[in-house]
């Protein structure tokens, strides 16, 4: 895409170039999204094959979620088969269904042909039944058969991350026969680094890197070159444990196999990425209370996403209310109390979601577990003392001038102190409780942490300023 000429036409890229369709913060250009639009509207199809088809489709997948959603599906029946499937795994989840909806099964059917079969597991996987059954059963068998394999698994594995498409060989191939089988053979995926030694049951027996074949004569047999996989990946495995195997061993791809150790599948580093990056949104999400929400859910979605939480919010939110209601005549009477009183809860959380956030993070990436929670939670007390004391002394100068009485300000040092003790242990025993029995600390530890807080800093300025003043 070029720039634009004063009388408004477009200036076209050179031949074989595809212009930057960003601006300089990373969104779409707003004059190619008027170019788009306009020939959407002018039904132009040579425009839309010459600069939006040619697009990569993570591209593509911005373009679609930028445009008008009007817009989205009359641009894919203008390009017709030049639109690239794969880009409806680069879009929200709203969006894909919205277009996937709308779309007749045979058209989905003869796209879903051409993908790799994650990227076909990916957009199959949120069909209804009948929709997906009619679509697989458009599919050649071998192909139909690959994919109702990876949707037998569970969601968010392995299993349903895999490609299915890989390359194996028997041990007692040469490394000749090997390439001439790569250079023949058509049903191989575009891309990989591995081939996969395998038995005639397909147990997996070992694996090979390109780079070691192309540096290998073409009469060595394959069994004396392979070695061992040491860590293959069983597809009933969680997908962020895998991803955390890729991490921890720097694997670029990795096979995966059932329960009987025969080759299924192989997950590849471009899939991790995504689930490294899906299951960090969503551990964010959670601390959050906002649960699976994505900016293109409507109002009612979002409001619906949001609700639950906050009514458990208000609950606690009466918790540490009915704390404040026992000491209504402290307060009454000394109405520095009641000004005083937010900064203690509000520090007193805000320090509990830091130590929350940190051990929430630790326990998703395994970096927290029974041999060092101790002493974390000795590290996490010792830096609730401190902080409780540097902000403790602060808050209490401040108000001991500010209401020139030295008694606040030291009942609101030790309150503040007691509380950053508690918000510290509190934001990483909660977590640690709630992993232990069994529930995600990302999704409930934001509110009893809060409670804990609340409760406590209430009660310890409160309970303090009674008894030092009644």
Known sequence: MGEIDDDGRDRAAPEGQQADIYDEEGSIRHDFLTMVGAAIADRDVIF???HVAKLHESELGHLIEAIQPDQRLAMIRLLGSDFDMTALTEVDEAIRMQIVDQMPNAQIAAAIGDLDSDDAVYILE???D???EEILAQLPFTERVRLRRALDYPESSAG????????????????GQTIDYMRD???L???FTQIFVIDPTFKLLGVVNLDRILRTKRQVKIETIMHETNHPIPAEMDQEEAAQLFEQYDLLSAAVVDENERLVGVLTIDDVVDVIQEEAEEDLLRLGGVGDEELSDSIAETSRSRVPWLAVNLV???LAASVISLFEATIEQIVALAVLMPIVAGMGGNAGSQTMTVTVRALATRNLDIHNAFRVVRREAGVGLLNGVVFGISIGVVAGFWFQDISIGGIIATAMLINMMAAAIAGILIPLALDRFGADPAVASAVFVTTVTDITGFFAFLGLATWWFM
């Open 48 to 50: 839309l094959r010459q």
């Open 126 to 128: 949120d069909l209804d």
């Open 130 to 132: 009948d929709d997906r």
């Open 160 to 175: 349903r991350r895999m490609q299915t498409e890989f390359v194996a060989v028997p041990p007692f191939w040469t490394v």
């Open 185 to 187: 053979e058509e049903d």
């Open 189 to 191: 995926p575009e891309s």
């Open 316 to 318: 606690t939110a009466f």
